[in-house]
């Protein structure tokens, strides 16, 4: 058992949940940025961009307690 060191990467994971005290499987949401938002205004490709996990992060949370546990950054 790994502690502190997990690398998130883009989709659902197994990972410690210190909240729980054990492995749990990690539920991502992607999240979206100031930065994002401001290009899909200034050119209207926000649904292309919303479709591509090229410029977002995803958060990392707990499945079952919803605690955050990281987040993967491109
Ligand atoms: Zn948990």
């Known amino acids: 058992m790994s502690h502190g060191t997990t690398v998130f990467g883009p989709d659902p994971q ?3 949940c210190p909240n729980c005290g ?3 499987m990690t539920h991502t949401e992607p999240k979206l940025n100031l930065i994002t938002w401001l290009i899909c205004l200034l050119t209207g ?3 292309i961009l919303c479709c591509c996990d090229c410029t977002k992060d995803v958060d990392h949370r707990c499945s079952v307690c919803a605690t955050y ?3 993967y950054k491109r």
């Open 69 to 71: 546990l990281g987040s």
């Open 22 to 24: 054990k492995n749990v």
């Open 14 to 16: 197994h990972a410690y």
């Open 45 to 47: 490709f926000w649904c």
